[in-house]
């Protein structure tokens, strides 16, 4: 490890202990003075050390005389306190399981004044010196999404930890719906503010992406009803504070539905790039989707679980169920653009992780150029030629923007798609028996490949297009009653966007390469998640032995 140089090295008093404390740029760390008697597992004898990555510190403060008051009440603590009367106070992140992050606390004691106040002062230096951090937020919450515990949800968990983290907010508590996508468009003054919070579920993050990427456009003259815009990336991040009955977003970029947890990465300023796919019907814009575009199954069961709201997330079950047994097909053409062939395949296991090196191959050609867009859709690269049509009968036609994993399919729909690579994975699930389909949809619960079916193919794809096949006989209107040959129990479906009904059902979709930002950093490999927990590993302190600059 390379060594850095040492910005404080002090012997402080933690708990009941002596400790050595360094601080550099990137680690505050510390270790008992005296060795432990407690052998450590292995054939080591060090002592137990901890450390803590700059970038992970919420919050740096001295410890208020109250709280070492109810902290040391026993004989000991009370000579402690007469020895080192000054402490500081260290608010961390710590991992525990399953991605989620908890906000841990270290009180160092000092025996002077000046001493505990430099650590203060230094440390709050180097706080400040992480620029990718939000100062102040715009925080919208929907106090009916979910259980309808939005709002005591951010006043208990979320509100004092960005207190803690400094960070000023404004909090607009929704009065109806689309009451946040209208006040983005609109009203709202962004350039106060390093980001948008929206407390809810995937509706309301969906109200926060289509107020802001409108607002951007706008912004820059960008006509958003031109299927071939150039759109342009929102420079405000997103954070998705969870509490709704669906919050698949949340999950796929962070790994966990945990406020206490999506609050730390806005916190610690990360930023997570996210494709988004742009829905047109002819030249007018629909509507965006950064998660799934579902036709047929999606769509149906969707559209069925719309009539029974009453019945809360249940709903869901129901209608899959009911979509399951009416067994429906749609006849259409699906035609699309193959993805570049550096950006891998739905089916080559590489998942889409923290600091994903698909993505990053994107941004980083998007840096180089100027633009991925331009450099994709150079004239000729994307001409007549390079796309690809099929005629089918299809039960589904899905479009995955991300895995689409949750809680419930932990793999997802398509477990290999990536959040930011600039494609989605198109997934076309040809007429079939119900009992293939049936064993087609088991396998997004269990190990096997629900790709590989006689009737799936999955293809990854920058740009796609759906005529359905009467859609060029009849008009919308004229199919108020469903055709009875056909056999289909609705006469066209329609198109589920994240969670929201399409209106038309011949569309365009485009994606638009890394659009937004999200305060988050993707899951996090479990080696990663682990890494930063208190170790027994004596060499952070070594590498931390002070240098002359
Ligand atoms: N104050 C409000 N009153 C009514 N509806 C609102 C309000 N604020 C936001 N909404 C709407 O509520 C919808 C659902 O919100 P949200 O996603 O937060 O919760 P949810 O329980 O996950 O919803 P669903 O499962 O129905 O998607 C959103 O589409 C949003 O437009």
Same mark, same amino acid.
């Given at each position: 490890?390379?060594?850095?140089?040492?910005?404080?090295?002090?012997?402080?008093?933690?708990?009941?202990?002596?400790?050595?404390?360094?601080?550099?740029?990137?680690?505050?760390?510390?270790?008992?003075?005296?060795?432990?008697?407690?052998?450590?597992?292995?054939?080591?004898?060090?002592?137990?050390?901890?450390?803590?990555?700059?970038?992970?510190?919420?919050?740096?403060?001295?410890?208020?005389?109250?709280?070492?008051?109810?902290?040391?009440?026993?004989?000991?603590?009370?000579?402690?306190?007469?020895?080192?009367?000054?402490?500081?106070?260290?608010?961390?992140?710590?991992?525990?399981?399953?991605?989620?992050?908890?906000?841990?606390?270290?009180?160092?004691?000092?025996?002077?004044?000046?001493?505990?106040?430099?650590?203060?002062?230094?440390?709050?230096?180097?706080?400040?010196?992480?620029?990718?951090?939000?100062?102040?937020?715009?925080?919208?919450?929907?106090?009916?999404?979910?259980?309808?515990?939005?709002?005591?949800?951010?006043?208990?968990?979320?509100?004092?930890?960005?207190?803690?983290?400094?960070?000023?907010?404004?909090?607009?508590?929704?009065?109806? $719906?689309?009451?946040?996508?209208?006040?983005? @468009? /609109?009203?709202?003054?962004?350039?106060? %503010?390093? *980001?948008? =919070?929206?407390?809810?579920?995937?509706?309301?993050?969906?109200?926060?992406?289509?107020?802001?990427?409108?607002?951007?456009?706008?912004?820059?003259?960008?006509?958003?009803?031109?299927?071939?815009?150039?759109?342009?990336?929102?420079?405000?991040?997103?954070?998705?504070?969870?509490?709704?009955?669906?919050?698949?977003?949340?999950?796929?970029?962070?790994?966990?539905?945990?406020?206490?947890?999506?609050?730390?990465?806005?916190?610690?300023?990360?930023?997570?790039?996210?494709?988004?796919?742009?829905?047109?019907?002819?030249?007018?814009?629909?509507?965006?989707?950064?998660?799934?575009?579902?036709?047929?199954?999606?769509?149906?069961?969707?559209?069925?679980?719309?009539?029974?709201?009453?019945?809360?997330? $249940?709903?869901?079950?129901?209608?899959?169920? @009911? /979509?399951?047994?009416?067994?429906?097909? %749609?006849? *259409?053409? =699906?035609?699309?653009?193959?993805?570049?062939?550096?950006?891998?395949?739905?089916?080559?296991?590489?998942?889409?992780?923290?600091?994903?090196?698909?993505?990053?191959?994107?941004?980083?050609?998007?840096?180089?150029?100027?633009?991925?867009?331009?450099?994709?859709?150079?004239?000729?690269?994307?001409?007549?030629?390079?796309?690809?049509?099929?005629?089918?009968?299809?039960?589904?036609?899905?479009?995955?923007?991300?895995?689409?994993?949750?809680?419930?399919?932990?793999?997802?729909?398509?477990?290999?798609?990536?959040?930011?690579?600039?494609?989605?994975?198109?997934?076309?699930?040809?007429?079939?028996?119900?009992?293939?389909?049936?064993?087609?949809?088991?396998?997004?619960?269990?190990?096997?490949?629900?790709?590989?079916?006689?009737?799936?193919?999955?293809?990854?794809?920058?740009?796609?297009?759906?005529?359905?096949?009467?859609?060029?006989?009849?008009?919308?209107?004229?199919?108020?009653?469903?055709?009875?040959?056909?056999?289909?129990?609705?006469?066209?479906?329609?198109?589920?966007?994240?969670?929201?009904?399409?209106?038309?059902?011949?569309?365009?979709?485009?994606?638009?390469?890394?659009?937004?930002?999200?305060?988050?950093?993707?899951?996090?490999?479990?080696?990663?998640?682990?890494?930063?927990?208190?170790?027994?590993?004596?060499?952070?302190?070594?590498?931390?032995?002070?240098?002359?600059?």
């Amino acid at each position: 490890m390379e060594k850095q140089v040492t910005l404080l090295s002090s012997q402080l008093f933690q708990k009941h202990r002596q400790v050595e404390v360094v601080l550099n740029r990137s680690v505050l760390a510390w270790k008992p003075v005296e060795k432990s008697r407690k052998p450590c597992s292995g054939t080591c004898d060090s002592v137990q050390s901890y450390s803590v990555e700059v970038c992970e510190i919420v919050a740096v403060r001295k410890t208020e005389d109250d709280d070492q008051d109810a902290a040391q009440t026993g004989k000991h603590q009370k000579k402690t306190k007469q020895l080192y009367p000054y402490a500081f106070t260290v608010s961390y992140v710590r991992r525990t399981r399953q991605h989620q992050w908890r906000c841990s606390e270290v009180t160092f004691h000092c025996a002077n004044q000046a001493l505990c106040e430099e650590w203060v002062q230094v440390t709050n230096e180097q706080l400040s010196l992480l620029t990718n951090r939000p100062k102040s937020l715009l925080v919208y919450i929907n106090p009916f999404g979910g259980k309808r515990h939005g709002k005591r949800i951010y006043e208990q968990k979320v509100a004092p930890m960005f207190r803690l983290a400094g960070i000023a907010t404004t909090v607009i508590v929704t009065e109806r $719906a689309n009451h946040a996508e209208d006040h983005l @468009k /609109t009203e709202a003054n962004l350039d106060k %503010y390093d *980001g948008v =919070v929206c407390v809810g579920g995937d509706g309301m993050f969906s109200e926060v992406l289509h107020g802001l990427v409108a607002r951007t456009q706008n912004d820059h003259g960008v006509d958003q009803n031109q299927p071939d815009a150039e759109l342009v990336p929102c420079s405000l991040r997103i954070g998705i504070i969870p509490a709704g009955s669906t919050d698949c977003i949340c999950f796929a970029t962070v790994g966990t539905n945990d406020p206490v947890t999506s609050a730390l990465h806005i916190i610690v300023g990360d930023s997570q790039p996210m494709d988004v796919c742009s829905v047109h019907h002819n030249d007018v814009f629909l509507r965006y989707s950064v998660s799934l575009l579902g036709y047929g199954f999606y769509g149906d069961v969707l559209s069925d679980s719309e009539r029974n709201r009453w019945l809360g997330p $249940a709903r869901y079950d129901l209608a899959g169920v @009911k /979509t399951f047994l009416s067994h429906n097909y %749609y006849e *259409g053409t =699906v035609s699309f653009l193959p993805a570049e062939d550096d950006v891998g395949n739905p089916r080559d296991k590489l998942q889409c992780r923290s600091g994903c090196s698909i993505c990053q191959h994107n941004r980083s050609s998007k840096d180089e150029h100027g633009d991925v867009s331009e450099e994709k859709e150079k004239p000729g690269k994307d001409d007549s030629s390079d796309w690809n049509e099929i005629h089918g009968k299809f039960i589904a036609i899905n479009a995955a923007n991300m895995s689409c994993a949750c809680p419930r399919s932990p793999k997802g729909l398509s477990p290999f798609a990536h959040l930011a690579d600039g494609n989605a994975d198109l997934i076309l699930v040809r007429n079939c028996s119900r009992l293939d389909f049936f064993k087609h949809l088991l396998r997004h619960t269990n190990k096997d490949d629900q790709f590989d079916h006689p009737f799936v193919e999955v293809h990854r794809v920058r740009k796609f297009r759906f005529e359905p096949e009467c859609h060029k006989l009849v008009s919308l209107e004229d199919l108020s009653e469903p055709p009875t040959k056909t056999g289909y129990s609705t006469p066209l479906g329609s198109w589920s966007c994240d969670g929201e009904i399409l209106p038309e059902v011949a569309i365009q979709v485009s994606v638009q390469c890394q659009l937004i930002r999200l305060f988050a950093r993707g899951i996090e490999e479990q080696q990663q998640q682990q890494q930063q927990c208190v170790s027994d590993d004596p060499c952070t302190l070594c590498a931390l032995e002070p240098t002359t600059d």
